[in-house]
């Protein structure tokens, strides 16, 4: 049975972008652990991003659907103005005003939809010049909190605009914790092409 779970694993493993190294940003604890943004009154954001390189053809957001309480990811890409009233929970806003922050494209995104829920939206930051991830305990509420959950420092300026819209549902996705088998199997394929990594912790 083990040996089974192991190539069961490992099977698994060469399967996420087995022809390019792909590196897993996952997401796996509480958003607000440490913050009292959920029992505070009003919209909170609460910053203290990871600063992550982000390689659009390859990589891959994953998020513990536990932790976030989401069941499954529906996809969005474009302009605000062409969000659906509801049925999606990622979005990546095209829409880029001056001045833009997460909690103005948040106001944006509840204009929209109409269907109360949590969910991710990535924008482009005007002040910072590049795009962030943020999570929403509502997408259809503009008081809800925020938590911005990645900086995606390689994506600034207009090649970062210009990356946009190459974002996909393959960049996004669901996962448990690894379990220790799974580990396991990520250390026996280090050499080859995949790489398997935890969220990176790297300020900068």
Known sequence: MRHALLRAAFALLLGWHAAAAATLFSFQTDPFAGSNALTTPGRQIVGGEDFVTFNVATDVFAFNPAV???GQLSFFNGLVEDLPAGGVNVIVLQTQPIPFAAGIAA??????ITTPGPGFFIYFNSGLDLPR???STDLNDNTADLRVLAR???LSGQAGRDALPTFTAANFA?????SPLVL?????????PVALRRRRRARG
């Not at 396991?184 to 080859?192: E, I, N």
């Open 68 to 70: 976030f309480g989401i």
């Open 107 to 112: 106001n944006l995104i509840a204009a929209e």
């Open 133 to 135: 991830l943020v999570y």
């Open 152 to 154: 995606l420092t390689n």
């Open 174 to 178: 669901l996962i448990d914790e690894p």
């Open 184 to 192: 396991l199997a990520a250390a026996l394929v280090a050499g080859l």
